[in-house]
């Protein structure tokens, strides 16, 4: 049995503990609060899951907390590497929602960190193990020649009406190290550096929002020596168009989106229909996938798990995105608080 313990009482922790209980081999012991009654109040929520969990208002507290082994951060983007570095400095494997970190100098301190603890330090980019995203993988990567892509992640924010009548909040703030890349942007960055390796260049434009820092939208370009890449991101609007990698002799894969695929479909030139590529049903919760495989490695620990990636293959994925991300961000102007500290 995994115990663990969260960091954060929003939807995407109440996701995951919900993903890993179902599991059967997660058991929750403990979530921490801006206030032990905010995570007595988060518990009481979950019914039977936080019944046994102890109710924590602070992250120094639960490093101390001798029950839980695994602590899954998922707390403001800006807190996730004091957050991190405090649990790790005490031993605990470390799962941290994406963004992991505001930058690449806090992506190598905490990686640092956990190795010279001996422990698991995993950014939890949910897509990258799901069964339907390595069916587009497997696709690209036997592709002889790629001519160029072209992504597109707009999902209104629910949080944007709020912005607009004059509230800040977290997402849309640069203090908490927020904005459309690195909440949605991160997606894609995964998939195209797993699929297409690091780009030699990488530029970005972005509407930033005046009182906050933060970008809203924007649009990105990765070079690669023989074509580009296009990354479409926006939290200000929705769109349902979809995402597209160009081989050779005008073939097309069209996909939905990089995370949750749903459907996608190989055309070849003068195709009036494409093809449909044989997919999975999606898990009723979306983190189903990403907690099956951390529930593997978690349990394998220190050794590698057969047929799944490697430890080090997924850091150095996650490295390459931190700083493509950085690239971007500062071709922008988009500079987080983090940053200068």
Not at 54 to 75: F, M, N, Q, T
Not at 236 to 261: C, K, M, R
Request: net charge negative; with cysteine; proline share 4%.
């Amino acid at each position: 049995m995994i115990d663990f313990a969260v960091i954060g009482t929003g939807v995407i922790s109440r996701q995951f503990i919900d993903a890993a209980v179902a599991n059967g081999q997660w058991r929750l012991v403990a979530a921490v609060g801006s206030t032990s009654e905010k995570a007595s109040a988060f518990l009481a929520s979950l019914g039977d899951a936080g019944v046994e969990a102890d109710p924590l208002g602070s992250v120094d507290e639960l490093s101390r907390h001798g029950k839980a082994c695994v602590i899954y951060v998922a707390s403001p983007n800006s807190m996730h590497f004091a957050h991190a570095c405090t649990v790790l400095r005490s031993a605990k494997h470390v799962l941290v929602e994406k963004p992991a970190f505001s930058n690449l100098t806090e992506w190598h301190r905490a990686n640092d960190l956990a190795d010279a603890s001996g422990v698991l330090l995993l950014e939890a980019a949910r897509h990258i193990y799901e069964p339907n995203y390595r069916v587009l993988r497997d696709i690209v990567k036997q592709r002889d020649t790629i001519t160029g892509a072209s992504f597109v992640f707009r999902q209104y924010s629910s949080r944007f009406p709020a912005y607009r009548a004059g509230t800040r909040p977290r997402i849309f703030t640069a203090e908490y190290s927020g904005g459309a890349l690195v909440d949605l942007g991160v997606y894609q960055l995964y998939a195209a550096l797993d699929w297409f390796g690091m780009p030699e260049q990488a530029n970005y434009i972005a509407r930033v929002l005046a009182d906050t820092g933060a970008d809203s939208e924007g649009t990105g370009l990765l070079l690669y020596r023989d074509f580009t890449v296009q990354l479409t991101v926006s939290k200000a609007q929705a769109s349902h168009q979809l995402n597209e990698i160009y081989g050779p002799d005008g073939t097309v894969l069209s996909f939905n989106n990089v995370a949750a695929v749903e459907h996608a479909e190989v055309w070849q030139r003068g195709d009036t229909t494409g093809t449909p590529v044989p997919l999975a049903a999606l898990p009723s919760n979306p983190l189903a996938d990403e907690v099956a495989d951390f529930t593997r490695r978690l349990l394998a620990f220190p050794h590698e798990v057969e047929g799944s990636r490697s430890y080090s293959e997924l850091r150095e994925l996650a490295e390459q995105v931190a700083t493509v991300s950085g690239w971007m961000r500062a071709d922008a102007g988009v500079v987080f608080p983090a940053d200068t500290r």
